[in-house]
């Protein structure tokens, strides 16, 4: 009997210890004080040790593995303690200790992770964490904060930012929240999050078929093929989910020790996006390149599906091109423009698209533009605008002929097609009385038409030959006007242009390249000789103007006044030379030893020579008429004879008469 006594009492001690051991969690406080750091603070009325200025250093706090922090700083803490079970509530702390209350809660967890965890846990960090959340657990005000590196200010700021990113905790999603996208099975997707806080969540349920990681502030999902659709969820500050707890104690006498939490995020906060599943695509890519293979960038294309509808229009900016992704299927591309200065492919290509593949085959084979040719269209007209056929052309390109032309019945000539480049347009000859043309350079360039052939105009005019025929005095060089001139052609006689001589040179345009002409005068000025036929021989170079002088000398009229024996010259006659018809004296002189010579008497016409008073010993010799020649080298002379006065002497008798 007294043993069945002592078995049931050691049950009853047995129970009694499990028991124990099951309800009492043994909660031992460790701290770390670091009398370096401290700051100091007052209590609102109505507090425990209301109204004193308190000071405490900076103490760190480990509870049963966990980090915890101080909600009474007017209590003093203890090392070692045995707080026992923490609480869910803070109602296990007497209420005059703190100010405690759901929102504040919510606080104090949320400075714990931004302020120390996903800090870089200086010693500033702690300190100014563990102020905060004494601020928010007791509504105390701090007077003063003490420390290498801290101060109020640094606090402050440091506050600011923790309240900034508290706030964006409290109402920031990720942009892509509540969304649904969809994903092609067999490949990848990035989805950025332009709110960024992406990288501050944790993936927690994926579904089937899909993979998925963070990477800064995008979310990289890889879909399977038997990827079927589903939502991906994500909780931000997923690590520091939990229970928070409140520990509190009084000693055996009845002193109260300091209350500390240990802070963590019951429900963290949970974001959700819907990825729903597509079909496989694939897409195509295309190389560009010249006849040499260089890379050529500014093509463009179209792409059409099977039933002729543009899905894709494109530039090629680099002469590569990587479409987006497409159904599978067959397509047709075509290209809509060249790159500037190429001819236009007009081949129409097929694309298959096969899912998850790249199409490259016209990027291993790349597809190749020529470059546009270029005829030269030669348009041939005179100074007036008329055609003119039958020139001859040559082009040239490097001092090499590249091809011959020559002007048709409408004064156009046109070239085979050229390459691109600097040519020379020479004109071989010119048409009969023209001015041969200058070589002209013209630059053939191509354009942005995509036509295999361009045609660049060029239009070459040519100017008449001038002939400038002046007739001048020989002696002063002046123009002399009253002359009629005519121009024949030398071979044929055939009179080309006939006219009277002006003040100004004459022109004649149109003469023959190369052909001799004969200029003669018909009629030579007043006082003057005809002159010598000129022969000439039109020159058509470019710019050139032929001039033709002919000079004209004036008349000379030699007069002697002789001796009508001897034939000397008679010096001291008194003589003048009159127009016969007008009566008008021409000029008057005292003759000499030599003749007197009168230039500029006009041919044709008729002059009187007048003794006016013969030389001593002579008789006044009668008037001499005379007209004149205007022959080339003719001296006209006229000669005035005088004959010895003669004086008859009789000696006779003074009665009869007769000679004695």
């Not at 997707?189 to 502030?217: C, F, H, Q, R, W």
């Not at 036929?533 to 032929?546: A, I, L, P, R, Y």
């Not at 009187?608 to 001499?624: F, N, R, S």
Request: hydrophobic share 35%; glycine share 8%.
């Amino acid at each position: 009997m007294k043993k069945n006594k002592f078995l049931s009492a050691a049950l009853i001690l047995l129970i009694l210890v499990i028991a124990f051991g099951t309800t009492v969690s043994a909660a031992i406080c460790n701290k770390d004080r670091d009398p370096d750091y401290e700051f100091s603070f007052t209590l609102s009325a109505g507090m425990y040790k209301a109204g004193e200025k308190i000071t405490n250093p900076l103490t760190r706090f480990m509870m049963d593995k966990k980090t915890g922090y101080c909600v009474t700083p007017q209590v003093i803490s203890e090392d070692g303690i045995d707080y026992g079970k923490g609480s869910a509530s803070w109602t296990n702390i007497p209420a005059n200790l703190h100010k405690l209350n759901d929102s504040k809660q919510r606080n104090i967890e949320l400075i714990a992770v931004y302020g120390w965890e996903l800090s870089s846990k200086t010693k500033a960090d702690a300190l100014y964490t563990k102020i905060y959340i004494c601020e928010q657990a007791s509504d105390m005000k701090l007077l003063t904060i003490n420390g290498p590196g801290v101060s109020m200010t640094a606090y402050n700021k440091w506050k600011a930012t923790i309240n900034k990113k508290i706030n964006s905790y409290i109402k920031v999603n990720p942009s892509f929240n509540g969304s649904t996208q969809k994903v092609t099975v067999g490949s990848t997707m990035t989805i950025e999050d332009t709110n960024n806080v992406l990288s501050e969540y944790t993936i927690t349920d994926i579904p089937k078929g899909l993979t998925a990681k963070i990477s800064g502030n995008k979310l990289v999902v890889t879909a399977a093929q038997d990827y079927a659709g589903g939502t991906i969820s994500l909780k931000r500050l997923y690590p520091y989910r939990g229970t928070s707890l409140y520990y509190f104690a009084t000693k055996p006498d009845g002193v109260w020790r300091q209350g500390i939490i240990t802070p963590a995020i019951l429900n963290p906060k949970e974001a959700k996006l819907r990825l729903d599943s597509i079909q496989a695509t694939g897409n195509f890519r295309l190389a560009k390149t010249d006849n040499f293979g260089a890379r050529l960038p500014g093509a463009e294309f179209k792409l059409q599906d099977k039933n002729g509808k543009t899905v894709l229009t494109f530039s090629m900016t680099s002469g590569e091109y990587t479409s987006r992704n497409f159904a599978a299927g067959t397509y047709t591309l075509y290209e809509t423009k060249a790159p500037t200065r190429y001819a236009l492919d007009p081949q129409p290509r097929q694309i298959i698209i096969k899912g998850g593949a790249t199409n490259a085959v016209h990027y291993n084979k790349p597809i190749k533009n020529a470059l546009q040719q270029v005829k030269i269209r030669i348009i041939k007209t005179d100074e007036s605008g008329q055609s003119l056929s039958g020139v001859n052309f040559a082009i040239k390109a490097a001092n090499k002929v590249v091809a011959t032309l020559t002007t048709d019945s409408n004064g156009i000539a046109e070239s085979q097609p050229l390459p691109q480049g600097s040519y020379i347009v020479v004109e071989s000859q010119a048409p009969n009385g023209y001015v041969k043309s200058e070589e002209r350079k013209i630059l053939l360039q191509g354009d942005n038409s995509g036509k295999a052939v361009l045609v660049q105009e060029l239009t070459i005019s040519n100017d008449l030959t001038a002939t400038e025929i002046s007739k001048v005095d020989a002696t002063t060089g002046e123009e002399l006007p009253g002359a009629k001139l005519t121009v024949k052609e030398k071979e044929s006689g055939e009179v080309v242009e006939s006219w009277t001589s002006t003040d100004k040179p004459h022109v004649i345009k149109g003469l023959h390249q190369g052909k001799t002409y004969i200029l003669t005068e018909d009629l030579a000025p007043l006082g003057y000789t005809l002159a010598q036929d000129v022969e000439f021989t039109v020159d058509n170079k470019h710019g050139v103007v032929n001039k033709v002088a002919m000079k004209n000398e004036l008349t000379v009229t030699e007069i002697s006044k002789v001796d009508a024996t001897a034939g000397e010259e008679l010096p001291g006659a008194k003589l003048t030379v009159k127009e016969k018809e007008s009566g008008e004296v021409v000029e008057s002189w005292t003759s000499t030893d030599k003749p007197h010579v009168i230039k500029g008497l006009h041919q044709g016409k008729t002059y009187i020579l007048t003794e006016d008073l013969a030389p001593l010993g002579y008789t006044l010799a009668q008037d001499v008429e005379f007209t004149v020649d205007n022959k080339h080298g003719v001296v006209n002379k006229v000669a005035m004879k005088n004959e010895l006065t003669v004086t008859e002497i009789s000696k006779v008798d003074a009665t009869a008469g007769e000679e004695l």
